[in-house]
């Protein structure tokens, strides 16, 4: 199985901070890195799928980049409904694996 | 507007069996993959199954082979799980999610609507 860390396990930040959060797979997995937000006691939210696209309706201050192995996904103004918890998925090869999450706090 | 709505979780004893729905609304059902994937509480998501849109293919992740089973009534617009031996490292929150394409297999296999989830509890 692929497996998939992501760094930090939190953060705390002010609005308007750019936040960059990591991902990396422990085998090249090409462009096949999807990232998704999950607020508290609500579902997962794709934002970025294919490392770098956009998923329709995502606000453009989320980008993502990376390919290979390391991965970053880049909130460039942080915004109050952007505190939550962040995912990365690989689609590379079943079992599709998720990183352990990046909670990002309010500082 | 694409809508995913889980039924069927509740309290279940170890062993014993449990079949969740998801009703799909808003968009062609038989024309896309759908998945379930599970949230054990304060953990992180994890897959579980996947289903191709005609549901001729279907996979698992190793935790739930032999005793989950997936399936698909296009004529319905209603994806399931049967969910039978069930232990306590089942509980979680699952979600049904629909993919993008037809498979899921070959970098498109993403999520880009979830249901809102159901929560399944296995307890004596």
């Known amino acids: 199985d692929i497996q998939m860390t992501q760094s930090p396990s939190s953060l705390s930040a002010s609005v308007g901070d750019r936040v960059t959060i990591t991902c990396r797979a422990s085998q090249s997995i090409s462009n096949y890195l999807n990232w998704y937000q999950q607020r508290p006691g609500k579902a997962p939210k794709v934002l970025i799928y294919?490392?770098?696209s956009l998923q329709s309706g995502v606000p453009s201050r989320f980008s993502g980049s990376g390919s290979g192995t390391d991965f970053t996904l880049i909130i460039s103004s942080l915004q109050p409904e952007d505190f939550a918890t962040y995912y990365c998925q690989q689609s590379y090869s079943i079992p599709w694996t998720f990183g352990q999450g990046t909670k990002v706090e309010i500082k | 507007e694409v809508q995913l709505l889980e039924s069927g979780g509740g309290l279940v004893q170890p062993g014993g069996s449990l079949r969740l729905s998801c009703a799909a609304s808003?968009?062609?059902?038989?024309?896309?993959?759908m998945s379930w994937v599970r949230q054990a509480p304060g953990k992180g998501l994890e897959w579980v199954s996947d289903i191709s849109g005609s549901g001729g293919s279907t996979y698992y992740a190793d935790s739930v082979k032999g005793r989950f089973t997936i399936s698909r009534d296009n004529s319905k617009n209603t994806l399931y799980l049967q969910m039978n031996s069930l232990r306590a490292e089942d509980t979680a929150v699952y979600y049904c999610?629909?993919?993008?394409?037809?498979?899921?297999?070959?970098?498109?296999?993403?999520?880009?609507?979830w249901g809102q989830g159901i929560l399944v509890t296995v307890s004596s």
């Open positions: 808003g968009f062609t059902f038989s024309s896309y993959a």
């Open positions: 294919a490392a770098s």
């Open positions: 999610a629909k993919v993008p394409n037809r498979y899921c297999s070959g970098g498109s296999c993403y999520f880009d609507y």
